[in-house]
């Protein structure tokens, strides 16, 4: 048997000739809502800057005269007083706007959390199955930071360094229209330059923030998988690989560094140059008499004042791009429909389907459903496939199929074809129904579709005689209980795994329910009982537990209907046994349908449906299926293990 080629997808192009990647934009108006929300504080932080402006203007004046005074040998009188007064009043009033503006962007940085937290939250399944959770990690956390310097670092005080600005030019071309003239000149070359840069430095912010979020992905997934990946002596390759995308974001780092490194001498040469243009030609204009001294001195003062609120501009300019460089990232995810978004769109749809009701004893009932999934979650599955492969060709493991969720992907399958095709069957109220079927015959994707995790492409679904898509969500999930294969164990303690449905269920039903699933023994190992934390992903219980904790969980919450995706996998004869015995004295008046993983699951229920291929090919009773269905025979035969 010939090795498998390596998918196209796998090889990592050499360093410095990957295409540029191309990240999401924003613009400064989608950073206004963010700063609107804080429109009190700025205001007031507005009125500071005028004030502040006011005594800082007021100072070269004040200066000038004391000069005069001094050349004529006059009293100066209180003027060296109210200077004094108005250098430490633009102080008092500069380190309070900082204070306004530190804590305001501070508030900005929590809103835009709150705000990707929420949107992240009640996004459709199918985005989390095409996206990495690490990078959306990476949107909260080092995203957002970027817009605090927004705020601290010029943007907020442009009002008042916008009127030291004008004010400042204003005197100068009072006192002296040529001098201002050699300054206008040199100020917009930098200006001009300035902007030309800023350009480069919003772009080198995005695939900044875009390789940090690969990075926080990338070491999520080895976290995440760290004993398989010690197993499998894959840690150094896992090691390479994240290096390097975090020598990618070391490089996009740098370019920024670089863009930004040429704004701060530009407005010090600025500043020099103006200077010694003020300087030599001013000098020039004293001597000839075309201005007193005083009026030069006046004249510099206020151009310092000029170049003050330049320099804050280009420092604006740096922030405010990188700002949008990340910005562009998090309104990505914001602009994103949740799934109460999605059903607004859909009700019409469904209304002019006009799906008729059911007035029958279903509890569910599949009519003519077929499903495939969005070709975002199919592409994100492919590329999950050919890391697998290519990690598995690493340790010299020939694979010709990788299962990826409820599907089996094997080299020249159609990924796009539907998962579901023409499903039907109904489910009476308070049975019992068993779904089975080899690996990837959509069982798994029933339930999700159940659970409106996705809806049908074409088809409907029927709660009670109701199409589920009708119902608002949650109104729909708190009628059922779904233990999903796998089911992960939150980080926490027991109680807080169990009261994950049931908030307000007390200790002891927590604890009745414990000990009716067989885990009074890990309720007893710890003096703590149900504050006894589980670890990381419930890495301190084993498999069976975690299972078992997370159909006490459903049976807590105790809905008309539970869903059980292959609930009792990971159990020995024991505890599965104890595990059924706890599940029938829940599930008596209760409607359950569960994927059978083994014959002593499937033999008592009410109903069996077999999937193959996302088709049903047979429903009945075991013996009546044994007897007409030779896949379930075949299953039958070999006890459901698949």
Request: overall charge neutral.
């Amino acid at each position: 048997m010939s090795s498998p080629a390596t998918p196209a997808t796998t090889a990592r192009p050499p360093r410095g000739r990957r295409r540029k990647q191309e990240g999401p934009r924003a613009s400064f108006r989608q950073l206004l809502p963010f700063l609107f929300e804080h429109r009190g504080v700025l205001i007031v932080v507005a009125i500071l800057s005028v004030l502040g402006a006011i005594a800082t203007l007021a100072q070269p004046l004040l200066v000038g005269q004391v000069i005069s005074l001094v050349q004529a040998g006059d009293p100066l009188g209180s003027l060296a007083w109210i200077i004094a007064a108005l250098v430490v009043v633009a102080s008092l009033i500069s380190g309070y706007q900082h204070y306004l503006l530190q804590r305001t962007g501070t508030a900005v940085v929590l809103s835009s959390r709150r705000r990707l937290i929420s949107r992240i939250l009640h996004l459709p399944i199918s985005e989390f199955d095409s996206r990495r959770t690490g990078d959306l990690v990476s949107r909260v956390g080092t995203d957002t930071t970027l817009l605090y310097a927004v705020l601290t670092q010029g943007l907020a005080d442009a009002v008042g360094n916008g009127l030291i600005f004008v004010g400042a030019l204003i005197a100068m071309a009072v006192i002296d229209p040529l001098l201002l003239l050699l300054i206008v000149v040199v100020i917009g070359v930098s200006v001009g330059i300035v902007t030309f840069i800023s350009g480069g430095i919003r772009r080198a912010t995005e695939v900044q923030q875009a390789k940090v979020g690969e990075l926080a992905s990338g070491v999520e997934r080895a976290v995440g998988s760290i004993r398989t990946i010690r197993a499998a002596g894959a840690a150094a390759r896992e090691q390479a690989a994240i290096t390097e995308t975090a020598s990618d974001a070391y490089d996009a780092g740098v370019k920024v560094a670089k863009a930004s490194a040429f704004v701060v001498p530009i407005a010090g040469v600025a500043l020099q140059l103006s200077l010694l243009a003020v300087l030599g030609v001013g000098g020039f204009r004293v001597a000839s008499g075309a201005i007193t001294i005083a009026s030069l001195v006046t004249f510099v003062m206020f151009l310092f004042f000029l170049i003050q609120p330049l320099a804050t501009f280009f420092g604006a300019i740096t922030s405010v791009n990188q700002a949008l460089g990340a910005l562009g990232r998090i309104q990505e995810v914001l602009d994103l429909p949740t799934e109460t978004q999605q059903d607004a769109q859909l009700a019409a749809i469904v209304r002019s389907e006009a799906v008729p009701t059911s007035a029958g004893m279903a509890a569910i009932e599949f009519r003519d459903v077929h499903f495939a999934y969005p070709e975002t979650v199919v592409e994100a599955r492919r590329k999950a496939e050919a890391e697998a492969r290519a990690l598995l060709e690493s340790v010299h493991v020939e694979a010709s199929a990788v299962t990826v969720g409820d599907e089996t992907a094997t080299s020249g399958t159609d990924e796009t074809e539907s998962v579901l095709q023409g499903v039907s069957f109904s489910v009476p109220r308070g049975a019992r129904v068993a779904l089975v079927g080899p690996s990837g015959a959509g069982k798994s994707t029933t339930l999700s579709l159940i659970e409106r995790f996705y809806d049908p492409t074409s088809g409907a679904i029927l709660l009670a005689g109701e199409d589920v898509r009708t119902l608002e969500r949650d109104a729909l999930r708190a009628q059922l209980g779904y233990v999903e294969q796998d089911a992960p164990t939150l980080a926490g303690t027991l109680g807080e795994n169990l009261r994950l449905a049931s908030p307000h269920a007390s200790d002891d039903e927590c604890e009745r329910v414990m000990r009716a699933v067989n885990l009074g023994d890990v309720l007893d190992r710890s003096a703590l009982g149900l504050e006894a934390p589980v670890g990381e992903s419930g890495v301190k219980l084993s498999g069976g537990e975690r299972q078992r904790l997370a159909i006490a969980r459903a049976l807590l919450a105790a809905p008309p209907i539970l869903l059980l995706d292959e609930s009792t996998s990971s159990l020995d004869g024991l505890n599965e046994q104890r595990m059924r015995e706890a599940i029938d004295a829940v599930a008596a008046g209760r409607t359950l349908i569960v994927i059978a993983h083994r014959l002593s699951t499937v033999v008592d229920s009410d109903l069996i449906v077999v999937l193959d291929r996302g088709k049903v090919i047979g429903q009945g009773t075991h013996s009546e299926l044994i007897a007409s269905t030779p896949l379930y025979r075949d299953l039958a035969k070999h006890q459901l293990l698949v």
